[in-house]
């Protein structure tokens, strides 16, 4: 959900009344996990969160540029992505830096509003983060972290990224779509400076914030530039482990934790009679290596097997569409 106008992915709410229509509709039409976008207003927030309450539906996305990470998971967010909000919610001026942050140019997440991120790190206090911590774990409120997104767009100066051969997964226009990304002024030495002093810093938070009993699930954000559907959630995984996780964490984040954030332990998250049988089973142990979920044998999807031939011959057929896309 977003301020502005409507498109084929959100639900445009201008006002209050507008926030709270869109969420009974949609929990009528079976929804059961709102995203909202940091665009939102804050009053239409406010709202939003009052009737998600109310008719018992969660919501989740980004921090919104209008409130606080505080007041977010005070009005019962159920989830945190990305950490830019977290940051700023830990620096003494807060305030000051989120006023500056709101008019930063939109869609510059490593220009204007690295920086604000940075001056988030030089006022990080210790107390006021931990009293967050504290906070967040209390509420219950998740934090998806998609470090690979941040860590990548840190890296959008480096050559080598088109180079990555999983690009031949993705369409050939939105490969297009990706260089020109990487021309763009966002990506200038100095930006990627700051960018890459705040994904390194998001590792230590991400770590802080595991040890004060914050629970997380993996995300990638994907399909950001250069981060690929599918295969960005096994680097997400080898993120959270460099972060401080354990590789039986991080594999929980992706597997356990959703289960358990959705209420859905009695389907889902956990290999046992009655449940949804999706599994994917591995040449080697995840627990030794967390690099080893990439070593991927066969999948089962509700039930049915897929040989490695058979996961071959649907990433070729994947490869070819790109080409011509």
């Known amino acids: 959900m977003s301020g502005g106008k409507s498109d084929t992915q959100t639900v ?40 998600a309450a109310k008719l018992k539906i969660q919501f989740g996305g980004p921090v919104p540029d209008s409130i606080t990470a505080t007041e977010a998971s005070a009005a019962g967010q159920s989830s945190i992505e990305r950490l830019t909000g977290i940051l700023l919610a830990c620096s003494s001026k807060e305030d000051a830096l989120r006023q500056q942050r709101s008019q930063a140019p939109a869609n510059q997440d490593f220009g204007p509003q690295a920086s604000v991120a940075i001056q988030a790190m030089a006022t990080y206090d210790t107390e006021k983060a931990w009293t967050l911590f504290v906070q967040l774990s209390n509420n219950n ?41 990487r021309l763009r002024p966002r990506t200038s030495p100095e930006v990627l400076r700051l960018a890459k002093k705040q994904s390194a810093r998001e590792l230590e938070l991400v770590n802080i914030m595991r040890r004060a009993g914050v629970q997380f699930m993996a995300g990638s954000d994907s399909p950001a530039p250069y981060v690929v559907p599918g295969f960005s959630l096994h680097a997400e995984l080898e993120w959270l482990v460099k972060s401080g996780f ?29 449940h949804a049988a999706d599994l994917v089973l591995l040449e080697a142990n995840p627990l030794e290596d967390i690099r080893n979920t990439r070593k991927i044998a066969a999948v089962v999807v509700a039930g049915k097997y897929y ?17 011509n896309r």
Not at 254 to 262: D, I, R, Y
């Open 246 to 274: 354990s590789p039986t964490q991080a594999l929980q984040s992706a597997t356990f934790n959703p289960a358990l954030f959705l209420a859905k332990l009695n389907k889902f998250g956990v290999v046992e009679t009655g």
């Open 307 to 323: 040989s490695r031939q058979e996961l071959d011959k649907m990433l070729a057929r994947i490869a070819e569409v790109a080409r």
């Open 12 to 51: 445009a709410v201008n006002n209050p009344a507008e926030a709270r229509e869109a969420v009974a509709k949609l929990k009528q039409r079976g929804v059961n996990l709102l995203t909202i976008r940091p665009d939102i207003s804050r009053d239409s927030y406010f709202a939003l969160a009052d009737e």
């Open 141 to 181: 409120t998740w934090q998806v972290p998609a470090l690979v997104w941040s860590q990548t767009m840190a890296s959008m100066g480096d050559t080598n990224l088109t180079a990555d051969p999983l690009l031949k997964y993705v369409p050939i226009s939105v490969r297009r779509q990706w260089e020109l990304e």
